[in-house]
């Protein structure tokens, strides 16, 4: 276990990374937030909590995910390159690591209903399955426009079972769908869970999604020792939307101060196009979805509308965590356009065979700025597959 004396870039007792973190709700939610943060540790440390997450992690979702060694990509930027394969997840990606264990949390917390918001419906359908496998109720709320652009996966969430209730209000996008969840929560304390999907909102959220996810570096550390003798790499690069997939790659080397741990934000059409996602680009520190971040924002505080042709990574924030990796520069922050992503995913699938996702294939897309060496070892966490994503892929097809 961590221990929280020395200097950590894990949460502090008071849910603050550095300067940012914490748990900036409306008063109605601290019940329902002070319940959990009161009660995730313990349930987490749990002998019969961790026996279940580690069996159905195996034999549910397919863990342990392979730690590949692309020998042709290697070749191609003259380094070591390794992909962590979290595509081969169960549903996908790697949201389903964080849904297991959130979906066991809330029965030991003795819920019988979950909610969740959803933006393009990956995080949706990752919630409706563990509540199909553990037989709990299961509401998404989804903003209206999303659910006539992203059909199949509505269709995914239908078909295991969850209600799909349209979001009217607003922009009918994501936050819209996270203010009519929130409200759903509010309404039912007693026997709800909400499972947020990344590393975001209020404590003890961000520091309960990065423990689920951290199963991601606990894994790379043997399997680099077990190829290459050594446990830590020089590089570990990961996409950030909300920063999951990316926590749960670093969380086992933050304190390996050697490992350089990169994070590659979605640029959308150009950092300074008016069309991007790059948050700390372009960002500065403000309060979103709960907790002190670094968020794009107007002069008068308000939320900038991101863009990227990705849908994991289309969010104006990072979770608090990111914030103080990249405050603390322990992170090293990139950015990837849309065409320097569809490049670098039509590169992995002639190389390797492996149609990533497009999140995914934003942090293949800074490989040749990295400057890694020849004796190098690069680690790719390879967040998701691209079979969500060929409708977009059809389109630089000639
Ligand atoms: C949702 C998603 C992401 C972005 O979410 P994080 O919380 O930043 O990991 C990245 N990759 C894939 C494949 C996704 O589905």
Known sequence: METLEKKSYQV??????????????????YPNVEELRENYLSIIAEPSFQKEYNDLLRNYVGRPTPLYRANRLSEKYKTNIFLKREDLCHTGAHKVNNTIGQILMAKRLGKQRVVAETGAGQHGVATATVC??????????????DIER???????????????????????????????AMRHWINNPV???????????????????ARFQS?????????????????????????VGGGSNAAGAFY??????????????????????????????????????????????????QVVEPFSISAGLDYPGIGPQHAYLYDSGRGIFMSATDEESVQ???????????????????????????????NENVIVNLSGRGDKDMATYMKYIV
């Open 344 to 374: 670098a995913a039509f590169e992995l699938t002639r190389y390797e065979g492996i149609i990533p996702a497009l999140e995914s294939a934003h942090a293949l897309a800074i490989l040749s700025q990295l400057g890694a060496t020849e």
């Open 132 to 145: 199909a496998l553990m037989n709990i109720e299961c509401i998404v709320y989804m903003g209206e426009l």
């Open 215 to 239: 199963i991601i570096s606990e894994e790379m550390r043997w399997q680099l020792k077990e190829q290459t003798g050594k446990e830590t790499p020089d590089y570990v690069v990961a996409c």
């Open 12 to 29: 502090d007792s008071r849910g603050y990374y550095g300067n940012f973190g914490g748990a900036f709700i409306p008063e109605m939610l």
């Open 191 to 209: 026997d709800t869970h909400y499972i947020i999907g990344s590393v975001v909102g209020p404590h003890p959220y961000p520091d309960m999604v």
């Open 252 to 301: 086992h080397f933050l304190d390996d101060e050697d490992v350089k741990l990169v994070a590659v934000e979605a640029a959308g059409k150009g950092i300074n196009s008016g069309h991007s996602a790059a948050t700390t680009a372009l960002g500065k520190p403000g309060v979103l979805h709960g907790s002190r971040t670094i968020l794009m924002q107007t002069e008068d505080g």
């Open 150 to 180: 992203q059909a199949p996966n509505v269709a995914r969430m239908k078909m295991l079972g969850a209600e799909v209730r349209p979001a009217t209000c607003g922009s009918r996008t994501l936050k819209d769908a996270t203010n009519e």
